[in-house]
């Protein structure tokens, strides 16, 4: 790059194998030393020399979560999951607009033999239900997607850091739909107004259907819907809850994958994005606060998906994934960034509260 840029270059691949010699160790500290990142769009620009410093093993290379474009051996599932993901900026637009019925909810319970006020009400809240189940409906296809890609980054003859060197525009959609997931819950978390309607909703009909009221609505929110829709919106972080179910489900239904090969995929893509956050020579160069966040939802993501899969979860230490260091990381960071990525580990993670998990760690996160 040129020096006007304030990028610094790109490492050189060997041409045989596409992985970058390793470097000496720094007597220092034991860590590698680090290729440099440019970042600039809002999905973040991350160009990383993934180090398996803790764990002692696997090789070094460029995960380019900036330029991957999909093999021919990739496309397939890669077309799949970006039909999804295409549509992930819509589905937050529509979350951050949304504003609620609470003033007309309040008046009509206040107010409850005044039939205009119980119609108006009745009438903010039905499409508030149909844009929520357009949300929930987004979360079963995200959660298909998840598992496309689970299947393609696990399979056999290929190791999971093999998978994530050599299918790297998949790697980069599974850390998209991470942070996607993570922006959806910060977002869900701070309008106490979904539940409030969606109570309100399923109070109004059962009455209504008492009553022997014709409801079209109930056409686009049966039942059984309505049950499924209460569930997902009572999590507090329902998208995560969603994929760490997923994950779970992929790794029980596919009994004769090694369990090694899903939770190393997810503790390799921890440690990268762990790295890129406390190394100051990359994020000094970062040219948005949005590659910053990115890198912090994604490795909140693959921690929780840990957690939930692997019998001793992310805590534990034997866990391939450094969580002291991890935590350490997003404490550095501005407290209104990182508020909701520690509830996230808090609250929804599975073995946090282990006896096997080090005291340290636990009041790290309290």
Known sequence: REPSTGALPRAPREPSTGALPRAPREPSTGALPRAPVRAGNQ????????TCTELEQ????FLDFENAQPTDCERDVWNQVNAVLQDSESILSG???YKGAGQEIREAIQNPNDMILQERAWNSVC?????????????????RALQSLLESLTCPPYTPTQHLEKEQALAKQFAEILHFTLRFDELKMRIPAIQN???YYR????RNRINNMNLDIEREVNNEMANRMSLFYAEATPMLKTLS??????????KTLP???TTDVLSTMASVCKVMLETPDYTCRFNSEDTLLFCMRVMVGVIILYDHVHPNGAFNKSSKIDMKGCIKVLKEQPADNVEGLLNALKFTTKHLHDESTPKNIRSMLQ
Do not use: H
């Open 58 to 61: 696997g090789p070094n290379f």
């Open 43 to 50: 999905m973040g620009n991350l160009l990383k020399v993934l």
């Open 197 to 199: 309607d969606f109570s």
């Open 245 to 254: 179910t997923a994950t779970t489900n992929f790794v029980t239904e596919n």
């Open 127 to 143: 499409p508030l239900v149909i844009r929520l189940k357009k949300l929930y409906g987004f979360s079963l296809r995200l959660e």
């Open 259 to 261: 369990l090694e090969n």
């Open 203 to 206: 109070r109004t009909i059962s």
């Open 95 to 97: 979350l951050q607009a």
